[in-house]
């Protein structure tokens, strides 16, 4: 596959997870300010999103994107199987989460920071799931549409 539709197949996984990893707060904040009497003022209307974005943004280019490239290369370049990639990261996201919220003891009950860190960790999860299902399902559609070469038609025809 050619190197311009792998950057295309990442960048839109990029997007995707930092549209998704910075949509989630601001819905959560969205629905807490209608339910709440008090919204917390005009301000928190721009540093919600703006703070959401910058935090889904580093995760996605410092932590997902690293990972996915990686996942991509084990499974292409060394015979991974990738079924195993998918569970393995969110697994990881969880037991960092959890190791998180344990060292950084903001709430009241360790209740609240098990709850506090799996939303978190599905939340990197999830935005791994969408880069990594971007790659695969874009993958798919690239070997579909492209048009197949004679050399590969001749051995196709030959195989089988």
Known sequence: MRIIPELVLHAIGA?????????????LYAVAASISPDSGGPMNLVLVPLIAFTFATCITLCLNLPVAVLSDWLTRRRGWPRWPVLPAFVLFALAASWTWTATHPRFTSWETSVVVGTALGL???????????????????????????????AARDRAG
């Open 123 to 153: 939340l990197v999860g999830s935005g791994f799931a969408l880069q990594w299902g971007t790659l695969i399902v874009g993958r798919s559609l690239i070997s579909r549409l492209a048009p197949v070469s004679a050399r590969d038609r």
């Open 15 to 27: 997007a995707g997870g930092i549209a998704l990893l910075s949509g989630v707060p601001v819905i």
